[in-house]
C-alpha cells in the first residue's frame, strides 16, 4: 500500500478497482484548512486522463504492471495478435 503522499510520476497505483498511472501530481498546503495532493491519473487500459484529488494519508494498492516486447502480427477485428 502506498500513501497519497507518496505518489511520483510514473507510479502506477490501483484506484477503485482500475489501474492508473500518475502523469502529474501537486502536493498542496492551503494557508487554511488540510493540506491535500492534486494528480492526473492515465488509465493503463484505455489511456483516458482524469484529475483526482486525495488526502495525502489515502493508501492504495501499488499496481506491478510488467513490459515486455513483442512483435505485432495482426488484428482480426476483436483482438490484436502479437508474437513474443
Known amino acids: 500500500m502506498i500513501s497519497a503522499g ?5 507510479l502506477t497505483v490501483e484506484i477503485e478497482g482500475v489501474v492508473y498511472q500518475v502523469v502529474e501530481f501537486q502536493h498542496v ?27 495525502p494519508t489515502e493508501k492504495f494498492p501499488q499496481a506491478h504492471i510488467d513490459k515486455k516486447e513483442m512483435q505485432y502480427l495482426y488484428n482480426d477485428g476483436e483482438m490484436y495478435n502479437f508474437m513474443d
Open 29 to 55: 498546503k492551503p494557508g487554511k484548512g488540510a493540506a491535500f495532493v492534486r494528480t492526473k491519473l492515465r488509465n493503463v487500459v484505455d489511456g483516458g486522463v482524469v484529475e483526482k484529488t486525495f488526502r
Open 6 to 10: 507518496e505518489f511520483r510520476n510514473g
